[in-house]
């Protein structure tokens, strides 16, 4: 029975459709310099705070965050806290002419378009840091970024040395993920790269100082279409990938010679006026292969793997109804746990209200849900939003519902948001308590997130921060 939902969970990851999104072409390294973050500190800390996502799973979250690998944050936040996420991709001017002339992914042209040779050093120095519920320092980040003609040195917390012009790449110091345009995301290696184009052909090729070796190459079968295959030789191990990119989505695959079962990752998405659905996937064997920097969660997985399914109706108070979800099987076993939910949201942005119901674990035939209603009322500066969340188990005892009310100030320049939230008890009892500044100038960039707590059996007192600073120059 177990291997028999497996096999339909998997058969129901794969629809297809005659229509796909273009907006899936972009591979994850070209996001490096056309991207935006999905969503902030604040957004992950709601999340745990929510009890949506562990503070195991948070880490991870933050963990690609920090590496700047938007799209596996992005395929973390949909699974664990099955939260829609888009990467925000900044919006640059499309000379048509050269549009007419190169048959190369638009994905591929933002990129080199967004490289300005100035004579000019500029960059940009930035630190983050996480605090914990005792004012210590849990972990920070700080990083120098330096540009000069088509050189761009970082260091901090990539030690890293590119050169990028027409279609040529070369790296040197800390390269990874982003730098080899993998849609997996690999280890951090320290040593030398080179990608070059021949016609509708890259070539690339890849070595460190643990004497690891790699060589790649790809095709740009169309605009809108992406092969590539590498080859990697490691001290005690070889391994092949393949990926490819089309308007359906992203599909790569890793098999290290010696392992039963390559690895897998799929994702693929359509969005249409009328029906939206995304399918997200890992699937490996019991042994992750060398060279790839999976989180934990999925390495602990043999299926790690979401689905959603999303349908409007613009003309009926922009009504959308959405259904997703999840399915883990551990690695070693058939089990499979499997999470439902259901949503529906309507109304003008003026005032928006929602309802979703969550099927906390399948297995146990729903025994454990949670209900969440809010309103949302946004405008051009202001934004309000006030939500009640209620678990409910059939065999115990009913619980408060968690009540959160939150207000936001926003301009093109800064940002302020306080929510506070009553944990399921009474205010007397227990109180939350989450503040966001943000501001963004020319040459100055600044992020507060701190949260306040109290608890039956706890004063009131610091629960968590994150800050984040930097200098434009």
């Given at each position: ?6 096999i339909?969970?998997l058969?129901f990851?794969?629809v ?7 907006q899936a ?10 991207a935006?973050?999905?969503?902030d500190?604040a957004q ?18 933050f963990?690609r ?6 799209d596996?944050?992005?395929l973390?936040a ?6 829609p ?6 919006k640059?001017?499309?000379?048509k ?6 048959n ?10 967004s ?11 930035s ?12 972990k920070h ?5 330096l ?7 970082r260091l901090?917390s990539q030690?890293?040395l590119?050169?990028r012009?027409?279609n ?5 110091g800390?390269i ?7 849609h997996l995301p ?13 016609g509708?052909f ?21 605009r809108?279409t ?10 005690n191990a ?8 089309t ?8 098999y290290?010679?010696?392992q039963?079962?390559?690895?897998v ?7 249409e ?6 399918t997200t ?16 969660g999925?390495?602990e997985?043999w299926l790690?793997?979401s ?14 109804l ?14 499979v746990s499997a999470r ?6 309507s109304g003008?942005?003026?005032?928006r ?10 297995a146990?035939n ?10 949302q009322?946004a ?16 065999n115990?005892?009913?619980k408060?519902p ?6 936001s100030y926003?301009?093109?320049?800064a940002?302020?948001?306080l929510?506070v939230?009553?944990?399921?008890t ?22 507060f997130?701190?949260a306040f707590?109290?608890t039956?059996?706890?004063p ?6 994150h800050?984040?600073?930097s200098?434009?120059?």
């Open positions: 029975m177990q291997k028999l939902l497996i339909l969970a058969a990851f794969t297809d459709t005659p229509k796909a999104c273009a072409l972009d591979s994850t390294a070209l996001q490096q310099e056309s935006q973050p999905p969503f500190a992950v800390f709601e999340w745990w705070d929510d009890g949506l996502i562990t503070a195991e799973q948070a880490d991870e979250i963990s965050l920090e590496e700047d690998n938007y596996e944050a992005c973390l949909e699974v664990y806290a099955q939260e996420c888009q990467i925000k991709k900044e640059r001017p499309h000379n002419r050269k549009h007419k002339k190169e190369v992914p638009r994905a591929t042209k933002a990129t080199h378009a490289t300005i040779a100035s004579i000019v050093p500029h960059g940009r120095a630190w983050k840091g996480q605090y914990d519920s005792e004012g210590h320092l849990k980040r700080k990083e120098l970024q540009q000069f003609y088509y050189f761009k040195l901090g030690e890293l590119s050169y012009r027409d040529f790449e070369s790296y040197f800390q990874s993920t982003l730098e080899l345009h993998s690999l280890d951090t290696l320290w040593g030398a790269a080179l990608l070059f184009p021949i509708k890259r070539l690339g090729t890849f070595f460190d100082t643990a004497k690891t070796f790699q060589t790649r190459l790809s095709f740009l079968a169309s809108s992406e092969i590539s295959g590498s080859f990697w030789k490691f001290s070889t391994a092949i990938a393949l990926q490819a990119h308007t359906l989505g992203q599909i790569s695959a890793w290290q010679f010696g039963n079962r390559p690895l990752k799929i994702q693929l998405q359509n969005d006026k009328w029906l939206t659905w995304k996937a890992y699937i490996h064997g019991d042994t992750v292969p060398q060279g790839l920097n999976l989180s934990k999925i390495a997985n790690w793997a689905q959603t399914f999303s349908a409007k109706w613009p003309e009926a108070l922009n009504m959308v959405s259904a997703k979800a999840r399915l883990l099987s551990p690695v070693g076993t058939d089990s439902f939910k259901l949503s529906l949201e003008p942005a003026h005032l209200p929602s309802i979703n119901v969550t099927c906390i674990e399948a146990e729903c025994q454990n849900t949670e209900w969440k209603g809010s309103i009322s405008w051009d500066t202001f934004a309000f939003n006030a939500s009640a969340k209620f678990r409910y188990n059939r115990q005892s009913s408060l968690k009540i959160e009310l939150a207000a926003r301009t093109h320049l940002l302020a948001k929510t939230a009553f944990p399921e009474t205010p007397a009892r227990g109180i939350s308590v989450q503040n966001e500044v943000s501001l963004h100038t020319a040459p100055l960039g600044c992020d997130v701190f707590k109290k039956q059996t706890k009131f007192k610091p629960n968590f921060a800050i984040q600073a200098l434009n120059f």
